[in-house]
């Protein structure tokens, strides 16, 4: 090995295996071949090695000093213009450039804090099979150009005149006096290609940006103390514009926190970034709201894992005790999870276990960032599986914008919320219920209902679908959450809202109380012209995977007098490989059309109108059902043929044309 030509040397010999009690060892040294001391490059100095002669599978070594502070340049040159293999250490064995199969155009760099002696190499062994000839390297030493200090709120910019030559770097450095979250761009005059780096004080990589042309540095967590800007030219560059914004930081994880006794401190005020290890990691964070929580306010702690993957979180709020508290789903969901608690206190400390139930083999180490909120409304209390246990909310807060949350963990769950509505609705009011999912990985398979105070009916849809109704009297009603998908790294954690309008003809909305709105052949009373009459089926369901029983929806025709002269049909399904599906359109008659037979391969969900954006694939076209009685029960039959995913039912209408 090749050791700099002064400085102590610790020299370790670990026996073990020995056969005598008198064994001894010898210690020599010699000048190196195929060595050269550089010696000490000064500040924004440059110094070139003596041109030499590689041999084919020869590594030639150089020693060089450099002050701290410096960025250090290194190129190289041989007469044939080979690639060699470069590495750059320094006295202590710490590796800071090793690349494989580096050109003569490309430069390397490498920021020294506290300066020092290091160790370069040129290694012809990995992909020359013959000498390089006057084979030598340049070192150039560069001072960062200097930005001044930066914190939380300030903004700094800099012009740089100075022409950047096709694979050479610029560094600027900055003294960051507090965490920030950094933002900002590197611009050209006529959009040339330019990187962006960021780097901390011992030169490694917090981030990069790297597209074609100017860069826009989006939000990056910098650390306190020295943060290098390299600026790299991927053509010749005349001048750059730099601009940076720092913005607060989101709190960072202190490790060892695998219990409550080590948790680290969560500002609720603001996100929290950490890094999960491995699978079965715990990482717990201790918190106390501002101040005691009002009844209407509800506490989420959403965590969103910072690359794609298939590995898997559970997210627990407990109590000082460790004991359970609020919302939590019991297994792994993919790429994150969700808690939400109500009622906690200021008095009082409260912890957020993180567990990685599941992580990939590829890339175990994940980061992660919690985001905190305190929403109005009224979280579900468990249990709410029935009518009698249904969670009790106002429906004058939700129309106001409180909402309903809540969270359907398996297809085992069911929700129940109560609300009292306090006089009949007037002819052209109109009830909306909305929801949204919230947190990672949600499932679609999955429904809901407005029930009256016998249970029957009102409304349904599936779960991205609204709840609109009309004609409600003064009572109780019920709203009921299912689940349809067993799948445990599926989330469905949701937020209800309502929303209280009037219905309008003519805005082109179908509405309670509305045959159609702006639809060919709806008059201006949104009703059907005669002679041509409708219906629906919007209960969705799930079209279970590899399953030929499929889904049946109905719609049921009443009021044609003549004969079908005319049949088109309104078709929604989810599903993530359309062709998987078959999807068939039966009369009261019998008569059955195949409005899909498995086309589409990977393309995603079937929505359109037979005949008008789709086409019917037969057997059978829609004019098989002309001189055929409409009314009655029409059928829509969807299945799903072949393993893999499951789809969604979400809606059909049949339109008649009888005249």
């Not at 190196?32 to 440059?46: Q, V």
């Not at 629906?536 to 002269?565: E, L, M, Q, R, W």
Request: charged share 20%; hydrophobic share 35%.
């Amino acid at each position: 090995m090749v050791i700099p030509p002064s400085g102590e040397l610790l020299i370790a010999v670990d026996w073990s295996f020995a056969l005598r009690t008198d064994a001894t060892f010898e210690i020599s040294s010699e000048r190196a071949d195929n060595f050269e001391a550089i010696g000490t490059i000064e500040n924004d100095g440059s110094a070139s090695s003596t041109p030499t002669t590689i041999g084919s599978a020869a590594v030639q070594s150089y020693t060089f000093s450099v002050s701290a502070g410096q960025v250090i340049e290194i190129s190289h040159f041989n007469v044939e213009g080979d690639a060699v293999d470069i590495s750059l250490r320094d006295v202590s064995g710490n590796v800071y450039i090793n690349e494989a199969y580096t050109s003569l155009t490309r430069y390397r760099y490498h920021y020294t804090e506290t300066g020092g002696t290091f160790i370069l190499e040129l290694d012809n062994s990995g992909f020359s099979s013959s000498p390089l000839t006057d084979a030598k390297v340049t070192i150039n030493t560069l001072t960062p150009n200097d930005l001044g200090a930066a914190g939380v709120g300030d903004t700094v910019s800099a012009s740089v005149t100075d022409e950047l030559q096709d694979g050479r770097s610029d560094f600027h450095i900055l003294t960051l006096n507090e965490n920030v979250t950094l933002t900002g761009d590197v611009t050209t005059p006529n959009d040339e290609d330019v990187d962006v780096y960021i780097l901390d004080a011992a030169g490694e990589q917090v981030n990069s940006f790297v597209t074609t042309g100017a860069e826009t540095i989006t939000g990056t967590l910098v650390a306190a103390g020295t943060m290098l800007l390299q600026v790299s030219a991927s053509e010749l560059i005349s001048s750059y514009d730099v601009n940076l914004a720092f913005a607060e930081a989101p709190s960072i994880e202190v490790e060892p926190n695998e219990t409550i006794a080590t948790a680290t401190a969560f500002d609720l005020s603001k996100a929290m970034v950490g890094v999960s290890s491995d699978s079965d990691d715990v990482d717990v964070f201790s918190f106390s709201p501002a101040a005691d929580m009002g009844a209407d306010e509800v506490l989420i702690l959403k965590l969103e894992q910072d690359s794609s993957g298939t590995d898997e979180y559970i997210c627990t709020i407990r109590d000082s005790s460790g004991n359970p508290l609020g919302i939590n789903h019991p297994e792994g969901v993919e790429e994150g999870c969700v808690s939400m608690a109500a009622n906690l206190l200021a008095s009082e400390t409260y912890y957020l276990e993180i567990v990685r139930d599941y992580a990939s083999y590829s890339n175990p180490s994940k980061g992660y960032t919690i985001t905190p909120s305190v929403e109005t409304g009224v979280l579900e209390v468990e249990p709410n599986e029935t009518d009698t246990e249904a969670t009790s909310v106002d429906l004058t807060a939700l129309i106001g914008g409180a909402g309903a949350f809540g969270m359907l963990p398996s297809d085992t769950d069911v929700d129940y919320f109560t609300f009292d509505l306090a006089a009949d609705q007037a002819s052209d009011e109109m009830l909306k219920f909305s929801i949204s999912r919230l947190g990672t990985n949600p499932t679609f398979a999955a429904s809901w209902r407005l029930l009256d105070s016998s249970l029957a009916e009102v409304a349904a849809a599936g779960i991205d679908g609204q709840l609109m109704v009309s004609g409600l009297t003064q009572g109780t009603y019920y709203l009921e959450l299912t689940r349809s998908n067993s799948t445990s790294y599926n989330s469905l954690v949701y937020q209800i809202v309502a929303e209280e309008t009037v219905s309008v003809c003519g805005n082109g909305v179908l509405e309670p109380g509305e045959m159609c709105d702006g639809a060919p052949r709806c008059t201006n009373t949104c009703e059907w012209e005669p002679g041509f009459v409708s219906a629906s089926d919007t209960t969705s369901g799930v079209i279970a995977d590899n399953d030929s029983a499929g889904h049946v929806a109905k719609a049921t025709i009443a009021g044609c007098v003549d004969p079908i002269s005319e049949v088109s049909v309104d078709v929604n399904i989810t599903h993530g490989w359309r062709g998987d599906l078959v999807v068939d359109l039966i009369s009261p008659q019998g008569t059955t059309v195949r409005l899909h037979d498995g086309s589409g391969g990977s393309a995603s969900d079937l929505v359109g109108n037979y005949p008008a954006d789709l086409t019917v694939e037969g057997p059978g076209t829609l004019a098989d059902f002309v001189g055929e009685d409409a009314n009655g029960e029409w059928q829509l039959y969807a299945a799903d043929t072949a393993g893999g995913i499951a789809g969604m039912f979400n809606s059909f209408s049949v339109y008649i044309t009888c005249d």
